[in-house]
């Protein structure tokens, strides 16, 4: 029987650098993981927002109140509402054509109201940039309530 040389059995058993190769070869799936639940919280706090701002649109809006613009004068109903979905989420660049009132005017007594809003979300982070298409992501919201007797 021949006894191996002392030199080779130490050589084939050196572990010095295994840790690193191991780390390189999980760190990409760990960031992943990483950015991907932040992608997706950065997503839900948008739709989130979005949810909210219309309920609470909907909610000034069945009173019949209106705001008054900066000098003062009273806004339309319509105008009211798309100005508090506006300012109501200002981490949300909304634009008046995201907005959608069904009827236009914002409705009468005792009318059914329709708010809609629709918005585009872009991934923030490159990677998940291209798992949605043309890299955005349709959010649409949408409520109906019926007016008070005002």
């Not at 506006?86 to 007594?109: K, R, V």
């Amino acid at each position: 029987m021949r006894l191996q040389d002392p030199r080779t059995v130490r050589r084939c058993t050196n572990t010095s650098g295994q840790a690193l190769v191991e780390f390189t070869m999980v760190l990409p799936l760990l960031l992943m993981l990483f950015f991907g639940i932040l992608e997706f919280g950065l997503y839900f706090y948008t739709r989130v927002s979005l949810r909210h701002v219309v309920r609470e649109s909907a909610r000034f809006a069945v009173t019949g109140n209106v705001l008054s613009d900066s000098a003062g004068k009273p806004m339309s109903k319509a105008q009211s509402i798309e100005q508090l979905i506006l300012t109501g989420a200002p981490s949300i660049q909304l634009t008046p054509s995201n907005i959608t009132l069904t009827p236009a005017d914002g409705g009468g007594p005792g009318q059914v109201v329709r708010i809609d809003v629709s918005y585009a979300y872009t991934a923030k982070l490159p990677p998940f940039v291209l798992l949605f298409p043309k890299g955005r992501l349709m959010i649409n919201v949408a409520t109906v309530t019926k007016n008070e007797n005002y």
